[in-house]
């Protein structure tokens, strides 16, 4: 066991601030109690916050984290996605060779500030999204034509509009848009489902970073999984067969860790969990064989292993 300050103090100088800003990718599990986990989920929403990174935080009390999708949009309206799109805007303004004007950034107001012709700002601002946006092959097709129109919505003359479709795409992201066909001018013809999902989670990683973020931290909370009956009333209930389809999307995500860039998932558990063979990580083996430590000492944790049991 370790306690919890001694973990974070690890997880931050080992991972936070080093591993994962420099563009690495780590799943990481914590068990302890309700209040020390709360604590813990606190504490890591805070120190990403100060270190750059875009955090996030899910719980399976209230989402359906065994439906990929279901948690990849309930992380994405934790995103502010237009603000994202402003940092590559602005980055592509100044690579361009322009001034940031003082107001909103169109074409023409990028022109005055620079004393160039409007046509050819607007020709060398989408020649650069071009080259660093359409063409960066580690985002999905799709997600990249998205975030096109995002950051190039503002610069034409009338800027963004309400409910226009930069709003869709938004909607899309968060799995609230009804009809995917409002976005056929965006070239987009398939919502975010089970089968994209993953893929589009990861594109997200890496768009973070590319709008100047250090990367993406996100902590679930599955205490919900493990428990067989929760209290009336207060949030989900699940199966032991949506158990298991949750331990294969955690098999699934620290099996691409390779495939993520600077992003950091730390799920949390109940103390029980790792020998708890009926909801627990015994449940599936694939999982227990990438998590649990086959040697380890009995009186200390090793902070820098894959599972912690924080309490004290």
Not at 29 to 54: H, K, N, S, Y
Request: aromatic content about 10%; charged content about 25%.
């Amino acid at each position: 066991m370790i306690t919890a300050q001694a973990w974070l103090k690890t997880f931050s100088d080992e991972y936070l601030d080093t591993f994962i800003k420099d563009g690495g990718a780590a799943v990481k599990f914590v068990t302890g109690d309700p209040g020390q986990l709360q604590a813990v989920r606190a504490e890591i929403a805070q120190r990403a916050t100060e270190g750059g990174f875009m955090p996030a935080a899910l719980d399976g009390a209230t989402t359906r984290l065994h439906l990929i999708d279901r948690l990849f949009h309930d992380v994405a309206r934790q995103i502010d996605w237009r603000e994202l799109a402003g940092d590559v805007r602005s980055r592509a303004i100044i690579e361009s060779g322009y001034t940031l004007p003082a107001g909103r950034p169109t074409f023409g107001a990028i022109a005055n500030a620079t004393g160039a012709a409007s046509f050819l700002v607007r020709d060398e601002i989408q020649k650069w999204f071009t080259k660093a946006v359409f063409r960066d092959y580690h985002m999905t097709q799709e997600f990249r034509l998205a975030m096109m129109k995002l950051a190039l919505e503002p610069m034409d003359g009338e800027g963004a509009v309400p409910g226009g479709l930069g709003d869709l795409v938004i909607q899309w992201l968060q799995g609230e848009l009804r009809l995917v066909s409002a976005l056929k001018s965006a070239l987009i013809f398939q919502k975010i489902a089970r089968h994209n999902a993953r893929d589009t989670f990861v594109s997200l990683t890496h768009w973070v970073r590319l709008a100047g973020h250090s990367g993406l931290v996100v902590t679930v909370d599955i205490s919900r999984y493990a428990t067989a009956s929760p209290p009336p009333g207060e949030g989900n209930k699940y199966t032991r067969a949506a158990a298991m389809g949750l331990y294969e999307v955690v098999r699934q995500f620290i099996d691409a860790t390779d495939e993520l860039e600077g992003c950091a998932i730390v799920f949390l558990a109940p103390r029980d969990w790792p020998s708890d063979g009926f909801r627990g990580l015994r449940m599936y083996r694939a999982l227990e064989a990438r998590v649990a430590d086959e040697v380890r000492d009995a009186r200390f944790d090793n902070p820098l292993a894959v599972l912690a049991r924080v309490g004290g």
